[in-house]
């Protein structure tokens, strides 16, 4: 496990890994992770500008079936490699 230190600016909506925006500028109301997007993260700014990217890690929030959704603060992340009976591996963060 690694903790990193972030701080995530007022100018920031809320930042999600392990999603893609389906609601355009709007926060996710379905945290459910999907197998098919979950190597994505993306941020909203409150001008409603997205910044959408790409990863070879899949990410997962605390519970490793949802996303994990950060909003404007000072966080002390917790990134944690989980490998899933599958062989699928999750960069977990919480």
């Given at each position: 496990?690694?903790?990193?230190h972030a701080d995530f600016p007022s100018s920031l909506r809320?930042?999600?890994f392990g999603g893609l925006p389906v609601n355009s500028s709007f926060e996710p109301d379905n945290?459910?992770?999907?197998?098919?997007?979950?190597?994505?993260?993306f941020f909203v700014m409150n001008?409603?500008?997205?910044?959408?990217?790409?990863?070879?890690a899949r990410?997962?929030?605390?519970?490793?079936?949802?996303?994990?959704?950060f909003h404007p603060g000072v966080y002390?992340?917790?990134l944690?490699?989980?490998?899933?009976?599958?062989?699928?591996?999750?960069?977990k963060i919480y």
């Open positions: 496990m690694v903790t990193v809320f930042i999600v945290i459910t992770l999907d197998e098919d997007t979950s190597n994505n993260y001008t409603g500008r997205i910044f959408t990217y790409h990863s070879n990410f997962s929030g605390k519970n490793y079936n949802e996303i994990a959704i002390d992340l917790k944690e490699l989980i490998k899933e009976d599958n062989g699928r591996t999750y960069v």
